[in-house]
Nanobody, 123 residues
Framework: QVQLVESGGGLVQAGGSLRLSCAAS????????MGWFRQTPGKERDFVAS????????YYAESVKGRFTITRDNAKNTVYLQMNALTPDDTAVYYC????????????????WGQGTQVTVSS
């Protein structure tokens, strides 16, 4: 199986930026589509962004389009989420996920999940 460890969360002011990282181990990273999700208390875990294992296709939630960018570095077995122009609405625990599906799709289920990293945006 693959293990995922998120890092890079923290406390920032509105308008600031953070870059989250998700380090993968255990299996060949390039075999997996990768996604970022976030969750706030009392809500379902929401899709944020995803990137195909081929590094060709990406999806973004409408709420983060133009502000967040998902990238991957297969040589480092790491996926990133660059978050710019942060607002308090972006406050959440952010989770990294991986799946070996043949084709990346927006609503697919992910088999592997990290433990999450907290992002807090103050106003």
């Amino acid at each position: 199986q693959v293990q995922l460890v998120e890092s890079g969360g923290g406390l920032v002011q509105a308008g600031g930026s953070l870059r989250l990282s998700c380090a993968a181990s255990g299996r060949t990273f390039s075999n997996y589509h990768m996604g970022w999700f976030r969750q706030t208390p009392g809500k379902e875990r929401d899709f944020v962004a995803s990137i195909s294992r081929s590094d060709v296709s990406t999806y973004y939630a409408e709420s983060v389009k133009g502000r967040f960018t998902i990238t991957r570095d297969n040589a480092k077995n790491t996926v990133y989420l660059q978050m710019n122009a942060l607002t308090p609405d972006d406050t959440a625990v952010y989770y990294c996920a991986a799946d070996p599906a043949i084709t990346l799709r927006r609503d697919m289920q992910y088999h592997y999940w990290g433990q999450g990293t907290q992002v807090t945006v103050s106003s």
